[in-house]
């Protein structure tokens, strides 16, 4: 089975930038440590600091489902609620 990349492209509101970035950074060690984690990279847009992409790799995405279910990922989806403009996810299959 192909493994299943995500691309989530998040538009913070600029008051809360800090707060979010904080939040987005402290999701990468418990994410790593993840059955069928096999790539969790933030980025942050050069040109406007309120817009971050992680790009993610996951063995499956039954795997990739139990990770937006993890304890970590709930509280940050509490703490940020109202703080972040969009998120749009984008579910990919890696070809080659």
């Known amino acids: 089975m ?3 990349t ?3 492209d998040i538009r913070v509101n600029p008051e809360h930038c800090e707060e979010i970035l904080a939040g987005l950074r402290g999701l990468i060690a418990p994410t790593l ?3 069928g984690c096999l790539q969790y990279d933030l980025h942050q847009d050069n040109e406007n600091p309120n817009h971050f992409l992680f ?3 996951w063995e499956s995405r039954e795997l990739w489902q139990d990770h937006m ?3 970590h990922i ?3 989806q509490t703490a940020s609620d109202g703080k972040i403009e969009d998120v749009a996810l984008y579910e990919m299959t890696h070809l080659d």
């Open 2 to 4: 192909p493994k299943l």
């Open 6 to 8: 995500i691309v989530a």
């Open 33 to 35: 440590e993840e059955k």
């Open 55 to 57: 790009y993610e790799n």
């Open 69 to 71: 279910e993890t304890d």
């Open 74 to 76: 709930k509280a940050f």
